[in-house]
Every structure is written in C-alpha cells, then in structure tokens.
Nanobody, 121 residues
C-alpha cells in the first residue's frame, strides 16, 4: 500500500558528500514519520535519522553535525544530506516510513529496497 523508491547512493571519498532521497507513493496515504536506517554486515539495522510529521528530528550520535534529514510533505519525500562522510558510514541505507492508509486502522511500516553508500579513497 506504500511503495518507497530510493536514490542518491554511490561511492565517495572520505570527507565528501552525498544526498539520499526517498519518495513514498500510495493512494490516500498520510505519512507520520520518515527515517533512514543503515545496516553494517552482521549487525542489526540501526536508525540513522528520523523526522516526524511536525519536522522534529532525531539523529544517532555518530552522524550528528554531519547529516541532515528533511522532508517535503507535499511530495511525500525525505532526504538525507550526508557531509563529511567517513569510511565507517559505508553501508546500505534504507528508507523507512510509517503511514496511515485507507481502510487500515493502525499505521503501517514500509521499507525501501536500500541504496548503497560507500566511502573509500
């Protein structure tokens, strides 16, 4: 009921920047929170940044001051601007959305397919 399409991943040198984007589509959806997660091999998926419907944000400590999450409610998009990238930021990044959809009483959670960010010289 909610489809997510991500873009913007790639290879960048340490200290460089990338901008991830995710667009949510679905008939009659009302999006609550939008977020980006990442998952290192062998580890649990971790929250990188989250933005609520009132634009309140939350970041994991390791990216504070370097990453900025933003959203465009009119376009149902969320972006993650990543600056001063480090090799340890290398991972697949996943878009995550919690939304209300018609005919379903409880909010539903949706994940994007993931986009790789590689930071290497």
């Amino acid at each position: 009921q909610v489809q997510l399409v991500e873009s913007g991943g790639g290879l960048v040198q340490p200290g460089g920047s990338l901008r991830l984007s995710c667009t949510a589509t679905g008939i009659g959806i009302n999006i609550h929170t939008m977020a980006w997660f990442r998952q290192d091999p062998g580890k649990a998926r971790e929250l990188v940044a989250l933005i609520a419907s009132d634009s309140a944000t939350n970041y994991t400590d390791s990216v504070k001051g370097r990453f900025t999450i933003s959203r465009d409610n009119g376009k149902n998009t969320v972006q993650l601007q990543m600056n001063s990238l480090k090799p340890e930021d290398t991972a697949p990044y996943y878009c995550h959305v919690v939304a209300q959809v018609p005919g379903v009483s409880a909010p539903i959670t949706s994940w994007g397919p993931g986009t790789w960010v590689r930071v290497s010289s």
